[in-house]
């Protein structure tokens, strides 16, 4: 039982805690940071030669989505877990959603792709995420219960070169007919085996262990979709302004996350409130 709760604290405590994007220092700020951080690196060696050199700390990988479960996968399990007991948690009654705190309105509303009667929900998400990691579990599980006339898109952002790599591995999967297998081996990769796929390289390895040819992998990264599959991420990126991932972005009106809604369970909650309003407009 201590076990479990432990379980669902680090769960939760990953989630609330987006992945932002970076934001480069210049000029003073950048001196002063710098100064900053040489003091805390002093005090925190100093502190470190009074402890105990038996006692050691780990750290938590920056990379960290959707599995394909195995009973060896044991941190797979322990996400799926903590998720289906996030969904479980006392969520905020829908009278008490305030937009500006719970959500903010886009302005102007954005075009989106869905089909006439249908209601897009897009995902901002990036493979080295762990929050993201995280969401993908409670995702996996909303995906099955969600409305019909809900329809869901995943949208890579594009801050840098890091993430343009993983939104060109994305649309490849795509192109390849391969998404949710990728989908689940990127995040497995990233974030249970602490694997940045950081090249190109690499990118073809993940492909190959997928059951994909190298000369498939370079044939459909080459092809003319991928670019334009790309540079619409970064248009829709930008209309959105994402600035932290995850987020979720409700017919092209409404912007949400984990933080603004609350937490996972209540996020969910916060979708369906807002699809539904927006399927009755």
Not at 59 to 64: A, K
Not at 85 to 99: D, F, G, R, Y
Request: aromatic content about 6%; proline content about 5%.
């Amino acid at each position: 039982m201590k076990l479990n709760c432990l379980l669902l604290l680090l769960a939760t405590l990953l989630s609330v805690s987006g992945c932002h994007r970076p934001v480069p220092q210049t000029g003073e700020k950048a001196a002063a940071a710098h100064a900053q951080k040489k003091s805390r690196t002093a005090t925190q060696a100093a502190a470190d030669s009074s402890t105990s050199e038996s006692s050691s700390s780990a750290e938590m990988p920056i990379q960290l989505s959707e599995t394909e479960a195995s009973s060896a996968d044991t941190d797979t399990a322990v996400l799926q877990v903590a998720s289906l007991k996030a969904l479980q948690a006392p969520v905020v009654p829908t009278s008490a959603w305030k937009e500006g705190i719970h959500y903010k309105r886009l302005s102007p509303v954005q075009p989106t792709s869905a089909l006439p009667g249908q209601v897009e929900v897009t995902e901002a998400f990036w493979y080295g995420s762990a929050p993201c990691y995280v969401l993908d579990q409670s995702l996996a599980v909303w995906l099955k219960q969600k409305a019909s006339y809900i329809s869901f898109v995943r949208l890579p952002v594009m801050w840098g070169s890091a993430q343009r790599l993983h939104a060109r591995m994305f649309y490849i999967a795509a192109l390849l007919g391969k998404s949710e297998e990728f989908h689940a081996a990127m995040f497995k990769e990233t974030q249970v085996n602490k694997q940045p796929l950081s090249s190109s390289e690499q990118m073809q390895a993940l492909f190959v262990s997928q059951g994909v040819t190298s000369e498939d992998v370079q044939r459909a990264s080459a092809s003319p979709a991928i670019e334009a599959s790309l540079k619409h991420a970064q248009i829709l990126g930008d209309r959105y302004r994402i600035t932290n991932v995850p987020t979720i972005i409700i017919n092209g009106r409404y912007v949400t996350d984990v933080v603004m809604a609350g937490g996972q369970a209540q996020l969910l909650v916060l979708i369906n409130e807002l699809a539904a309003r927006e399927k009755g407009n």
